[in-house]
C-alpha cells in the first residue's frame, strides 16, 4: 500500500493531536503535532525578548533555531525538540499558549513553519495536525479532516486538562485564551485556519475517543485503499 498524506486542521482544543497521535499509531505512520513548532519557536522569543512585531529580530532568531521531535514509536510520544532541548512539557505552559498566536501570525515564523514541515511530509506515511495543513503546507494531502467540537466541550476538555498541571488555572482564563487563539488563527494574514474544500468534517463533541478514532481511521483506509 503506498503511504499518504492526512492532514487534521481546526480550532483549538477540539482534539486534533489526540486523534493525529492514535491514528499514527493504528496506521505505524509518524505523526507530527505542527502545534509544538510554533509553540517551541514562541518559548524560544519569550527567553530571548524576540518582539513577534520585529522582524528583523525575528529573522536573526529563527537562523538560530533548530526545531526536531525525539519521536518513539513504542510509547507512542513525540517530544519536541528545542536545540537539543525536550521541550515538551515547557511548551503546554499558560505563558507560551497566551502568545503562540502572535508569534505564529509573524510572516517569517509562517515560512519557517511550512517548509520544515513540507520536509516532513517528502517520505509520506504521516498525520500532522494542525492549523493550515491541509490549506497551505499539504493542499494535495490525499485525506484531509477538519475537527470541530462545541465551544463549551472544549473550554471544558481544556480546563480539566491544564487543571491537573496547575490547580489555580480558572475556566475564564483557559476560554478567554482559546477565543483569543482562534480569533488571531483565523484573522491573520498569511495562512489562517480555513477548512479545506475537500475536507472530510469530524465533530467530535459528542463522540468518545474510540468512536472518532474508529470514524477517522476508517475514512483513512478507505482513501489508502483507493490511492494503492
Ligand atoms: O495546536 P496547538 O494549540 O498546540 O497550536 C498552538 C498555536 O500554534 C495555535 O494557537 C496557532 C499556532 N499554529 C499555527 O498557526 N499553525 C499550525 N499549523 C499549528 C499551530
Not at 525525539?70 to 499558560?94: F, H, K, W
Not at 494531502?141 to 466541550?153: G, M, N, Q, S, Y
Amino acid at each position: 500500500m503506498r503511504p499518504i498524506i492526512i492532514t487534521l486542521d481546526g480550532y483549538s482544543s477540539c482534539g486534533k493531536s489526540t486523534l493525529a497521535k492514535a491514528m499514527a499509531r493504528e496506521l505505524n505512520y509518524v505523526f507530527i503535532d505542527s502545534g509544538a513548532m510554533y509553540r517551541a519557536i514562541t518559548l524560544y522569543f519569550l527567553r530571548h525578548h524576540i518582539d513577534p512585531k520585529d522582524n528583523s529580530a525575528v529573522r536573526q532568531a529563527l537562523t538560530e533555531i533548530n526545531l526536531d521531535f525525539d519521536y518513539n514509536a513504542e510509547q507512542g510520544t513525540s517530544d519536541m525538540l528545542l536545540n537539543d532541548e525536550n521541550v515538551e512539557a515547557l511548551i503546554r505552559d499558560m505563558l507560551v499558549s497566551e502568545h503562540v498566536s502572535e508569534v505564529a501570525a509573524n510572516e517569517y515564523v509562517r515560512a519557517f513553519g511550512v517548509a520544515q514541515q513540507q520536509k516532513m511530509g517528502l517520505k509520506k506515511g504521516i498525520v500532522m495536525d494542525g492549523r493550515d495543513i491541509g490549506t497551505t503546507v499539504f493542499p494535495a494531502a490525499e485525506l484531509k479532516i477538519f475537527v470541530t467540537a462545541d465551544p463549551v466541550v472544549r473550554v471544558e476538555r481544556r480546563f480539566k486538562e491544564l487543571l491537573a498541571k496547575n490547580p489555580r488555572i480558572t475556566i475564564e482564563e483557559v476560554k478567554d485564551n482559546l477565543e483569543m487563539r482562534d480569533y488571531i488563527d483565523s484573522n491573520r494574514e498569511f495562512s489562517p485556519l480555513r477548512q479545506a474544500a475537500d475536507a472530510k468534517v469530524l465533530d467530535n463533541s459528542q463522540l468518545t475517543r474510540e468512536e472518532q478514532l474508529a470514524l477517522a481511521l476508517s475514512w483513512a483506509q478507505e482513501t489508502i485503499a483507493q490511492k494503492a
